[in-house]
């Protein structure tokens, strides 16, 4: 489980492709390299990360990075299909049990891709305003809880398919929104407690 307080902006060294033979026959992932540091000080073969909102498995690891497979799953349902050499993205480790929860709850699995439409400086702050699928519809509601590229921001306005969020000077600076550009795509996590709610509801 991640919070969607992003520790540290990676960059992405190469994008290429390793194919894997099982007894159902030949697969193949395309595979990332990204470079860090914060993020590998207790890094291990198989540990999990979230890079830009999800949640992959470390492949291996050194000094200066780390690499990670990413499945056709992962490539058709998140925007890390347009990855490519020189690209930021956002990094996380996953919670520690007896760590602070600074933000809220965030799985690290994709509910839909949206598309950033504004990204507009107000005063100190910047307003970012976000279209997002039909999908998210029930779960995106205003001062609630999104995850965009595994940034854990609050809504702070929903009108039909596109809303808003606040974003602080620090966020800016320390997340992939310093390059971030309208037309963009941006992976979005809806609350996982909305979505429970409104699972039992309908039944």
């Not at 307080?5 to 033979?21: F, K, L, P």
């Not at 509910?111 to 507009?120: K, V």
């Not at 699928?133 to 921001?153: C, F, M, N, Q």
Request: with cysteine; hydrophobic share 40%.
């Amino acid at each position: 489980m991640f919070t969607g307080i992003i520790e540290e902006v990676g960059e992405v060294d190469t994008v290429g492709a390793v194919s894997h033979r099982a007894s159902s026959g030949l697969s193949e992932f395309r595979t990332i390299r990204v470079r860090a540091a914060r993020t590998l000080e207790d890094m291990q073969i198989g540990s999990s990360i979230a890079a830009n909102g999800v949640c992959l498995t470390v492949c291996s690891f050194d000094g200066r990075g780390f690499s990670a497979e990413l499945s056709s799953e992962t490539i058709d349902r998140t925007s890390l299909q347009k990855l490519s050499p020189g690209a930021v993205i956002n990094l996380e480790r996953p919670m520690r049990a007896d760590g602070r929860f600074g933000g809220h709850i965030v799985q690290g699995h994709v509910d839909g891709l949206g598309r950033i439409r504004g990204f507009d400086r107000i005063g100190d702050n910047w307003s970012l305003e976000i279209e997002f699928p039909e999908a998210g519809r029930p779960y995106i509601v205003e001062k609630g809880s999104l995850a965009v590229d595994g940034i854990s921001l609050t809504v702070a306005a929903v009108k039909e398919l596109v809303l808003s969020a606040a974003i602080i000077p620090h966020t800016l600076e320390n997340t992939n929104l310093k390059r971030a550009r309208c037309g963009d795509p941006v992976n979005l996590e809806f609350d996982i407690i909305a979505k429970y709610v409104e699972r039992m509801l309908r039944r």
